[in-house]
């Protein structure tokens, strides 16, 4: 028997796109626990992962994940540049919520030798950096999933206004159960279930990424910009279209 042709890539993400825009529709207004608990064991049962940076706000994510399902896949990008607080919170975190599968991923030995031999790449090309850090590394990451979720939110940078909490990503779904949610519902589910704030919030760090590329958040600016300050640059690029042309590359 003949095999069953393969649907073009272009086809699939089409198709992909289309799903996404009738899940928005139809899921999208739901509380983010809903919204996490339909896709978790209904839509992409089986299928799907949590990606979180262990950041200023990661507990409300993951405390939502454990409430629906602590087994689900939580993966975690090592880049090497971490605070220390950061790798600390995330262990605590993962105790204080029982998750049970966290996917520690870290950049491919052989490239960083290559491209970053002297670990000092950050200062001459951040974008290199975070393409050999963060981007390849997620699309390793999430490769054997069909969704996965994150802890974006509108409110982050004006560059997320307008963000969906059902999007296209490739052949693969991204999901933002926390799109519509203001600073003031952060901060109250945080004190409602007691959660552990990360250490380095306390210091005026508002989005936590890597030391190097990591500042304190003056007043009136908005969470992210501590992130690359000083540059144009506004994301690491595992939101952007480097990640969507790495999950559709014939090699993973």
Known sequence: MLAKPRQPEAGIEAQVLAEAAALDALYGNLTPVEIIARAATERFAGEIAAVSSFGADSAVLLHMIAEVDRKLPVIFLDTGKHFGETLDYRDALAADFGLTDI?????????LARIDPTGNLHQTSTDACCDVRKVEPMARGVEPFR??????????????????????????????????????DLADYMRKHALRENPLVAYGYLSIGCFPCTQIVKPGEDARSGRWAGQAKTE????LSGLEQSLTDASL
């Open 147 to 184: 969704a996965w979720f994150t802890g974006r939110k509108r409110f982050q940078a004006a560059t997320r206004a307008a963000l969906p909490v059902f999007e296209q990503v490739g052949p693969r779904f991204r999901i933002n159960p926390l799109a519509r949610w203001t600073t003031s």
């Open 236 to 239: 690491c690029g595992i939101h």
């Open 103 to 111: 996917r520690v991923i870290t950049p491919d030995e052989a490239a």
